[in-house]
């Protein structure tokens, strides 16, 4: 494919980490293009025509993680439009991969990852700031019930991802607590040490 000499970065930390937000500031001072998984999964969710509509609407109100090879295609896809419409080939690929398989066969048949920015943040945090969030977004899963469930995922589905890269050096951490300018800080000066 025409994204084999792209830039990927994927974004990884729990539910309601700061991923979406230290992207936004990213994208607007380093020129990357967000890709945000669990984006493109709501996106195509509403589309009409779409096959794939209920199953990803029951996966994510589970909190569990949509069959790969749906979520890989739709990345692709937004990768080369993005190089075809701009020829911007940097990636931040945010909430991906969150399972084994998908992390394997997107370094594989896409193209490796140059690194994971991972964002620390203890659940209590988290789930504080899904509940706020909740008042307003209107995603079907800031509540409660679906967030002990993404949780749950998250530790026993996607820790081991990044226990994986960590083992092959290819982790930046960032602890999430802080306040969100404050974490950028932190971003900032780890992009710099990755030569960015
Ligand atoms: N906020 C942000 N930073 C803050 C800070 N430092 N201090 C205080 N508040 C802060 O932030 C969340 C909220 O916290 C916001 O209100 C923000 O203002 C505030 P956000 O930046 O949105 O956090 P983020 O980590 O992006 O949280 P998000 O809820 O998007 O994370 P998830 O990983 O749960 O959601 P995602 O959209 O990636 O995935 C949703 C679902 O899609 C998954 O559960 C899964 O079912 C499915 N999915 C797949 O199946 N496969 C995939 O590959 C990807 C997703
Ligand atoms: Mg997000």
Do not use: W
Request: aromatic share 8%; net charge negative; glycine share 8%.
């Amino acid at each position: 494919t025409s994204d084999g000499e792209a830039l990927v970065i994927f974004v990884l930390g729990g539910p309601g980490s700061g991923k979406g937000t230290q992207c936004a500031n990213l994208v607007r001072d380093y020129g990357f293009k967000h890709l945000s998984a669990g984006d493109l999964l709501r996106e195509e969710q509403d589309r009409e025509g779409s096959e794939f509509g209920e199953m990803i609407k029951t996966y994510i109100k589970e909190g569990e993680i949509v069959p790969m090879e749906v979520t890989i295609q739709l990345l692709e896809n937004a990768m080369n439009s993005t190089i075809e419409e701009n020829g911007n080939r940097k990636f931040l690929i945010d909430g991906f991969p969150r399972k084994m398989d998908q992390a394997l066969a997107f370094e594989e048949k896409v193209v490796p990852s140059k690194f994971t920015l991972f964002f620390d943040c203890p659940e209590d945090a988290m789930r504080e700031r899904l509940l706020n969030r909740g008042k307003t977004s209107g995603r079907a899963d800031d509540n409660e019930e679906s967030i002990k469930k993404r949780f749950r995922t998250f530790v026993e589905t996607s820790m081991p991802v990044v226990e994986k890269f960590e083992k092959e050096s290819k982790v930046v951490r960032v602890d999430a607590t802080k306040g969100p300018e404050e974490v950028y800080q932190d971003v900032r000066k780890q992009f710099s040490r990755e030569g960015l």
